[in-house]
């Protein structure tokens, strides 16, 4: 799924409303991205379930997590001496 893939959706089909907490994560990343690129705005679709805020931050927090986990990683490998 892409953004302008969705917009095209939702430009064909005219919904008043995106829920995007019933898709998880991947619907969450996309209705920001929509939001960033300013389609919800110009084609009058607002979020309902959800805030843009929240769902900003859980993707900021998951690319976090995944920094962490490669530096972890690789300060085991330091200690142990493993490539």
């Known amino acids: 799924m892409t953004t ?3 917009e095209g959706i939702i430009t ?3 919904p008043d409303a995106l829920l995007p907490t019933m898709g998880g994560q991947t ?4 209705a920001v991205s929509l939001a960033d690129f300013g389609a919800l705005d110009r084609l009058g679709v607002r979020l309902i379930g959800a805030s843009l ?3 900003a931050w859980t993707r900021t927090s998951a690319s976090s997590l995944s920094s962490f ?3 972890n990683e690789r300060g085991s490998r330091q200690i ?4």
């Open 4 to 6: 302008p893939l969705v």
């Open 80 to 83: 142990s001496g493993g490539r």
């Open 53 to 55: 805020r929240p769902s």
């Open 12 to 14: 064909s089909e005219r």
């Open 27 to 30: 619907a969450l990343n996309l």
């Open 69 to 71: 986990h490669s530096e």
